[in-house]
């Protein structure tokens, strides 16, 4: 019984004092009598006290009834795990964010879908945006590339809620380890953030490249670390064979820059692609063992894979050596750039204005090599990490990011009168942009990380 059945019970007991009023009505018809016969008294008695009694003992049954119906819902929801937003009722109005629940399925692969409600921040409201990544600041013309999200097939990705990351990393540090499209990726994390807090900056140096940021409110920090090869390198020639630098890369030594600063953080978040692209030296050992279009004599060339795996593969092992680290380790994998008619430094350029569909994209060539590489690697510095307790996960953007030819700063990093050296940025993201997207898997997988540490 639930209280649902209070008013019919109550529309039960009237309907039957009506019946007995029409039944003495048509008795007094019958005996054409204006008054009801004396031997009906009594039973109209009995009939009204019943119904007396039934308006008056049904009542009584509201807190059993009440009980009883809060505890079927309460073992209904009990079926199902929801990982709320924080309390900020008002803001969350205001903001129009979602309180989400946590599906699991493969988030990575997908298609772009229209979001008309985005962007969610612009370059007026964030300050946080790098220069060359504010595209419409600079006069990019359309605007359309900003309102995509992410639909995975099998289910959905929530659109990155700022209360709800905040809740969940509050007490805690994330840096970010890589190079300037991990710096990036910590801009759009600014700026998504701005609708909750604005961070106050905490950095040990003035140098640009090692900023650390901290919410007072949430005492949660974020850092970059720049280390564009991951492991220990150097300019040997500034300009080199292509006239974008020459690098010696150590190949078995890890970067001290940054693997002797981030056992304290609680997650890391670790990239790495773009610059291996130029021509390097490969130490290990302290000799060269070989290079990647470094043109000179006696020296192999190994190709920019080789330089690539074994980077990783070292920069994986300072994680697992550390003593005292205890977090998670989050590998986002290689974003492609969109050149077209011609490389980066010969006229390339990228000026589409709409997302590829999945059919239109295909991962190949050097795109293709380096996500192979990351994933063989990031599958062995898992199981060692397994071993040692510490948690590796994967922020797969490579599929996404091929698909986004449109969210590239292109010509829009700076104005079309100044007299700048840049090249055509097909390499970077807009801000707002596509690369805002990352935040949003980062944190459903945060969300689904929680879900299974309350499950076991």
């Given amino acids: 019984m639930t209280l649902s059945y209070f008013p019919l019970l109550l529309l039960l007991s009237l309907s039957l004092l009506s019946f007995s009023i029409m039944k003495f009505q048509d008795s007094e ?30 009542p009584l049954w509201y807190p059993f009834l009440s009980y009883h119906s809060s505890s079927l819902l309460k073992m209904k929801n009990n079926k199902y795990k929801h990982i709320e937003a924080s309390t900020h009722d008002e803001d969350m109005a205001h903001s129009n964010l979602p309180s989400t629940h946590v599906e699991m399925c493969d988030i990575f692969t997908g298609e772009w879908v229209p979001n008309p409600k985005a962007p969610y921040y612009t370059n007026k409201t964030c300050w946080a945006i790098h220069e060359h990544q504010n595209c419409m600041k600079y006069g990019r013309p359309d605007s359309e590339f900003m309102k995509w999200r992410w639909k995975p097939s099998d289910c959905e ?13 509050k007490g805690k540090s994330m840096a970010f380890v890589g190079d300037s499209v991990g710096r990036n990726q910590m801009q759009s994390m600014i700026c998504l953030l701005s609708r909750v807090e604005w961070p106050i900056d905490v950095s040990y140096t003035s140098d640009e490249y090692f900023k650390r940021w ?3 409110s949430y005492n949660f920090t974020m850092a970059t670390f720049w280390t564009p090869h991951l492991v220990r390198s150097k300019v040997a020639d500034s300009n080199g064979p ?14 001290e820059k940054w693997t002797t600063q981030v056992q304290d953080f ?5 990239d790495g692609g773009h610059w291996f692209y130029r021509p390097m030296v490969f130490y290990e050992r302290k000799k060269i063992v070989g290079c990647h279009f470094c043109l000179m004599e006696n020296v192999p060339d190994l190709t920019m894979f080789y330089g690539y795996r074994k980077a990783f593969r070292t920069a994986f092992r300072a994680i697992n050596s550390l003593e005292d680290f205890k977090g ?5 994998t290689f974003a492609p750039s969109h050149f077209e ?3 980066w430094n010969q006229g390339g350029n990228c ?3 709409k997302p590829f569909r999945s059919s239109e994209a295909q991962l190949e060539g050097t795109n293709l090599e380096l996500y192979m590489i990351q994933l063989e690697e990031f599958k062995k510095a898992e199981k060692e990490g397994r071993k040692k307790g510490l948690k590796l996960k994967l922020i797969d953007t490579t599929q996404a990011m091929l698909m986004r030819p449109d969210g590239h700063p292109s010509r829009y990093g700076h104005w079309a009168h100044e007299n700048v050296t840049l090249y055509n940025d097909c390499v970077h993201w807009c801000l707002p942009g596509p690369i805002d997207t990352w935040s949003d898997f980062l944190l459903q997988i945060l969300k689904m990380e929680g879900m299974r540490s309350a499950i076991s």
Avoid: C, W
């Fill in 242 to 255: 292509s006239n974008t630098g020459l690098f010696n890369l150590y190949l078995d030594e890890h970067d």
């Fill in 351 to 353: 000026v589409r204005t």
């Fill in 266 to 270: 609680d997650y890391i978040i670790l």
């Fill in 157 to 169: 990705l929530p659109i990155f809620n700022p209360f709800q990351f905040l809740e969940i990393v």
């Fill in 214 to 216: 901290k919410y007072p």
């Fill in 29 to 58: 018809h019958l005996f054409g009598n204006t008054t009801t016969p004396k031997h009906m008294i009594p039973k109209v008695t009995f009939i009204a006290i019943l119904v007396i009694l039934a308006l008056a003992i049904t």
């Fill in 341 to 343: 008619n011609g490389i």
């Fill in 328 to 332: 998670t380790v989050f590998l986002r």
